[in-house]
């Protein structure tokens, strides 16, 4: 009756009295992994394999449960071994076809098709797998226009192209290239290619990129590029590990002269973003050639979604954390001696880039996403902090008859309230088309922001 949680409260009573009973262990075992139990049916299935070790039909199961799950390594071997076996082989060579697409292994994959579309010439399955490999090596190729404007103030108008394709499991290049011009009347463009090398099988992947950027402003290249290495911890669990370099420029300052940023950071993720519930942790540490750093911490989550139709809605909360080495706040006009005594506030920013001093943000999330059609998709997602502080900083001018003007940098502790708002439109045209739009807005205590972008990506 497809009750599977009270059929697997019963067979868990009664086990010990049946443990050596083939078809009660093997029952068990395939309610347990329906259950998601998966530790548990992992167990039952190893049970009942050392009950009857030539049951190719039970191994066979016992793969299935392995691949829907991803463990491919050990459905892997137990395929091996049924290839090699007189059971049927159509339902070996289609999961022997699935690991190795998986495993970015597409010439394995084809050839187990090919023996599959023997014994099957009109199989649907077969023929949609066969597609996908070929829409996977498909080459793509993604361009994108961003508008970005903030009360600094400053705008920039960035296009960006990439290219790439994906070969196998070792050789999945892309390149990328990409142009700002700033209302400042700077340009840096930025180009670089990467490789992802993935493992299938341990759940690894590793991402090597390496580039140029070239600063206008000041006649000068350098040197960017990212390592990235990224481990399958279970099903729905990645951690990500990596350092990155390249150019900051997001302040005005910062777009006139070489400020490079290097960046060694680490992500742990876990549930499904759109099904079901999920966690994000994230730490990041910025290093800078004037020996400063900024640390940052983050942590969110999302519930499963609440309405399982069309309209999505999701809550979540958030919490981060910044800290800088040095605050860099600096006069935003120079200031001039003068033998008038007093003290009075002066006027800063930040300079040459942002250094917060102990921003910590707790904030509520609310996610809406609203599908109109399978090709059209509409999301909202809002982002409030209900309790945010910072030590804001000041600049205080003291002025003396004869030994001129001090400024001193102090700060105090103060309640914000910052917020981001986010809406994007997914139209996707056809298997090889696809349009998106996207705006987002940004406002906390020391600037606000408006980024919006239109992307276009076609698989040839």
Same mark, same amino acid.
């Given at each position: 009756?497809?009750?599977?949680?009270?059929?697997?409260?019963?067979?868990?009573t009664?086990?010990?009295?049946?443990?050596?009973?083939?078809?009660?262990?093997?029952l068990?075992?395939?309610?347990?992994?329906?259950?998601?139990?998966?530790?548990?049916?992992?167990?039952?299935?190893?049970?009942?394999?050392?009950?009857?070790?030539?049951?190719?039909?039970?191994?066979?199961?016992?793969?299935?449960?392995?691949?829907?799950?991803?463990?491919?390594?050990?459905?892997?071997?137990?395929?091996?071994?049924?290839?090699?076996?007189?059971?049927?082989?159509?339902?070996?060579?289609?999961?022997?076809?699935?690991?190795?697409?998986?495993?970015?292994?597409?010439?394995?994959?084809?050839?187990?098709?090919?023996?599959?579309?023997?014994?099957?010439?009109?199989s649907?399955?077969?023929?949609?797998?066969?597609?996908?490999?070929?829409?996977?090596?498909?080459?793509?190729?993604?361009?994108?226009?961003?508008?970005?404007?903030?009360?600094?103030?400053?705008?920039?108008?960035?296009?960006?192209?990439?290219?790439?394709?994906?070969?196998?499991?070792i050789?999945?290049?892309?390149?990328s290239?990409?142009?700002?011009?700033?209302?400042?009347?700077?340009?840096?463009?930025?180009a670089?290619?990467?490789?992802?090398?993935?493992?299938?099988?341990?759940?690894?992947?590793?991402?090597?990129?390496?580039?140029?950027?070239?600063?206008?402003a000041?006649?000068?290249?350098?040197?960017?590029?990212?390592?990235?290495?990224?481990?399958?911890?279970?099903?729905?669990?990645?951690?990500?590990?990596?350092?990155?370099? &390249?150019?900051?420029?997001?302040?005005?300052?910062?777009?006139?002269?070489?400020?490079?940023q290097?960046?060694?950071?680490?992500?742990?993720?876990?549930?499904?973003?759109? &099904?079901?519930?999920?966690i994000?942790?994230?730490?990041?540490?910025?290093?800078?050639?004037?020996?400063?750093?900024?640390?940052?911490?983050?942590?969110?989550?999302?519930?499963?979604?609440?309405?399982?139709?069309?309209?999505?809605?999701?809550?979540g909360?958030?919490?981060?954390?910044?800290?800088?080495?040095?605050?860099?706040?600096?006069?935003?006009?120079?200031?001039h001696?003068?033998?008038?005594?007093?003290?009075?506030?002066v006027?800063?920013e930040?300079?040459?880039?942002?250094?917060?001093?102990?921003?910590?943000?707790?904030?509520?999330?609310?996610?809406m996403?609203?599908?109109?059609?399978?090709?059209?998709?509409?999301?909202?997602?809002?982002?409030?902090?209900?309790?945010?502080?910072?030590?804001?900083?000041?600049?205080?001018?003291?002025?003396?008859?004869?030994?001129?003007?001090?400024?001193?940098?102090?700060?105090?502790?103060?309640?914000?309230?910052?917020?981001?708002?986010?809406?994007?439109?997914?139209f996707?045209?056809?298997?090889?088309?696809?349009?998106?739009? &996207?705006a987002?807005?940004?406002?906390?205590?020391?600037?606000?922001?408006?980024?919006?972008?239109?992307?276009?990506?076609?698989?040839?």
């Amino acid at each position: 009756e497809n009750k599977y949680e009270p059929a697997g409260l019963l067979l868990k009573t009664y086990y010990a009295k049946n443990s050596t009973d083939l078809e009660y262990v093997w029952l068990y075992a395939y309610t347990a992994h329906l259950n998601k139990q998966d530790e548990l049916a992992t167990q039952l299935y190893d049970r009942a394999i050392t009950i009857s070790p030539e049951n190719m039909d039970l191994k066979l199961e016992y793969a299935r449960m392995h691949y829907e799950t991803g463990n491919l390594l050990a459905s892997q071997k137990l395929v091996d071994i049924l290839k090699n076996s007189s059971i049927d082989q159509s339902e070996v060579l289609l999961l022997d076809a699935n690991l190795n697409y998986w495993n970015g292994k597409f010439d394995k994959a084809n050839e187990s098709l090919l023996l599959l579309k023997k014994l099957y010439p009109n199989s649907t399955i077969t023929n949609e797998l066969t597609q996908l490999i070929k829409d996977t090596k498909a080459p793509f190729f993604q361009a994108e226009v961003n508008y970005l404007t903030d009360n600094q103030p400053l705008e920039a108008i960035s296009e960006q192209i990439k290219l790439g394709k994906f070969q196998s499991w070792i050789f999945f290049p892309t390149l990328s290239i990409k142009n700002y011009n700033f209302s400042n009347s700077s340009q840096v463009i930025e180009a670089s290619l990467s490789n992802l090398i993935q493992f299938g099988s341990s759940g690894i992947a590793v991402k090597i990129e390496g580039g140029t950027y070239y600063n206008q402003a000041i006649n000068k290249n350098n040197l960017i590029g990212e390592f990235s290495f990224k481990k399958s911890l279970s099903k729905k669990t990645n951690l990500e590990i990596g350092a990155n370099r &390249k150019p900051y420029i997001a302040t005005i300052i910062s777009t006139t002269y070489d400020l490079m940023q290097n960046n060694v950071f680490a992500i742990v993720e876990s549930g499904d973003i759109s &099904k079901s519930s999920f966690i994000h942790l994230g730490y990041n540490q910025q290093f800078f050639a004037d020996q400063n750093s900024i640390q940052t911490f983050g942590a969110w989550g999302l519930t499963k979604p609440i309405l399982a139709s069309a309209m999505k809605i999701q809550l979540g909360y958030g919490f981060s954390y910044s800290d800088s080495k040095t605050i860099l706040y600096v006069p935003t006009q120079p200031t001039h001696t003068t033998t008038t005594n007093g003290v009075s506030v002066v006027d800063g920013e930040y300079s040459p880039y942002f250094t917060p001093d102990n921003l910590m943000i707790n904030s509520a999330i609310l996610v809406m996403s609203l599908d109109l059609s399978k090709q059209f998709k509409i999301t909202a997602k809002g982002n409030y902090g209900f309790y945010a502080q910072a030590n804001t900083p000041q600049l205080v001018a003291n002025t003396q008859s004869f030994d001129g003007t001090e400024i001193d940098l102090n700060s105090s502790t103060t309640k914000i309230s910052p917020f981001d708002l986010e809406f994007s439109l997914n139209f996707q045209l056809n298997k090889k088309l696809s349009i998106s739009a &996207k705006a987002a807005y940004f406002d906390t205590y020391y600037y606000n922001s408006l980024n919006t972008m239109i992307r276009l990506n076609y698989r040839f």
